[in-house]
């Protein structure tokens, strides 16, 4: 609230004219700002569906489903933002927007897409002789200014994010009770829900590098670390300390949504598993439970304690701050695997037959045991399915060594514990 220097009356109006008179020059620079942008934003749409787009549909360069891959629904979403852009130069921003808000399912359709077309144009561009001139050809154009393809297929979901911003800032500077507000309201919604599904797809897609670059680090092809719902966390070198006093050695550890790997590094003899690791054992997460053990080494660290339904752990380093990053992922991944709803099975009395009828006198064996067996197959009916339950967990990390590595020449099998 800004205060006016001048007196103010017993109503305090110079005030709120003060503070209304400051909303309006801001929404007056927010809404200009957001013209401008939309005019760049919809020539350079322009750019990709004439040069690109008509051009390629009318040579025949590209079939029609792979050009539908690389360029989705952009040019729906090119006649979309022609239309607000008339809008928004006319001033008529809530109108404007709350229109485009009931069309984001062009934008939904391009951003689920978008990792296929990039996979999609970069194969093209491999095999594709006569495309991979055209595209430099095109882009060689002054009205490209130097910028490829590539860069111009991310647009749509970086105005997402300005429309995001713009909107925040426009309801803020618009009273509640002004015509445009629900409307711009609205619009944020829409807008806000797409952004969430890009954070959302860019965060699967970085799990599904993370897991792809964890497989090929493994020799053979026994221990397959992609699984659906799987969800990478972390690594790092951990020293295992042995049940019988042993020297603790050096172990790779990758930590999973579900389960905890531990590897050891092939022989480097072998000229193409050097840098590979064999998995050693796969510790499942469900029913296990972590603690912190302090004293039990000389310098700054400490021991983590794993105990698993079928085999106990007990976990090495000597970097504090190493062992704190491994208690915190293991116990915020248990925690998370282990609140899974359980299935609770109830029966419906009323549905259940009774053991003895009063009206049934005459029961023979055979009557008996097949009633019995009708009664299993119904109990069994009765049991409900757990629906699967997606986990969401941060961004991954990879935790500093806390140890050398250690080179070992035995191989042996993984084990699922």
Not at 188 to 208: F, K, L, P, Y
Not at 278 to 306: I, M, N, W
Not at 366 to 386: C, D, G, H, W, Y
């Amino acid at each position: 609230m800004s205060f006016s220097p001048r007196p103010l009356d017993p109503l305090g109006c110079s005030s709120v004219q003060e503070q209304r008179d400051l909303w309006q020059r801001k929404f007056c620079r927010i809404a200009k700002e957001m013209v401008q942008t939309e005019q760049r934003y919809c020539q350079k749409l322009e750019l990709v569906t004439t040069f690109f787009v008509d051009i390629l549909k009318a040579k025949g360069t590209l079939r029609s489903d792979i050009r539908e891959d690389i360029f989705c629904s952009i040019k729906a979403i090119q006649s979309v933002n022609q239309t607000l852009l008339i809008h928004l130069e006319n001033g008529y921003f809530g109108k404007g927007l709350d229109q485009f808000s009931t069309h984001m399912h062009h934008y939904y359709t391009y951003v689920d897409n978008i990792y296929k077309a990039q996979k999609v144009l970069q194969m093209q561009l491999k095999k594709n002789k006569a495309f991979r001139r055209f595209k430099k050809l095109q882009e060689s154009r002054p009205e490209f200014n130097n910028q490829k393809l590539e860069d111009l297929l991310q647009l749509p979901l970086q105005r997402i994010d300005q429309y995001k911003h713009f909107l925040e800032d426009l309801t803020a500077n618009i009273s509640v009770d002004h015509p445009e507000y629900e409307q711009l309201s609205r619009a944020m919604t829409a807008v806000c829900e797409v952004s969430q599904r890009i954070d959302d797809n860019t965060r699967r897609h970085e799990n599904h590098l993370e897991l792809c670059r964890v497989q090929k680090l493994l020799k053979g092809r026994k221990m397959k670390v992609l699984a659906p719902g799987r969800w990478y966390i972390c690594e790092g070198w951990l020293k295992v300390v042995p049940p019988k006093g042993a020297e603790a050695k050096p172990k790779m550890f990758f930590l999973f949504s579900d389960m905890l790997l531990q590897v050891k590094r092939c022989s480097s003899l072998h000229s193409t598993s050097g840098q590979k690791f064999t998995a050693e054992h796969a510790y499942p997460l469900q029913d296990c439970t972590v603690e912190k053990v302090f004293g039990h080494t000389r310098s700054q660290g400490g021991l983590l304690s794993l105990t698993f339904p079928r085999a106990n752990l007990l976990l090495m380093s000597s970097n504090q701050e190493n062992l704190n990053n491994w208690y915190q992922s293991l116990s915020s991944a248990i925690r998370k695997q282990n609140s899974k709803q359980t299935p609770i099975y109830q029966r419906d009395e009323l549905c259940r037959r009774p053991l003895r009828s009063a009206a049934d006198s005459h029961n023979t064996p055979a009557n008996v045991a097949s009633r019995k067996r009708n009664m299993l197959t119904a109990e069994i009916s009765e049991l409900p399915q757990e629906p699967p339950v997606e986990q969401e967990y941060s961004a991954p990390k990879r935790m500093k060594p806390s140890d050398a590595s250690e080179l070992s020449a035995e191989t042996s099998s993984c084990v699922i514990l």
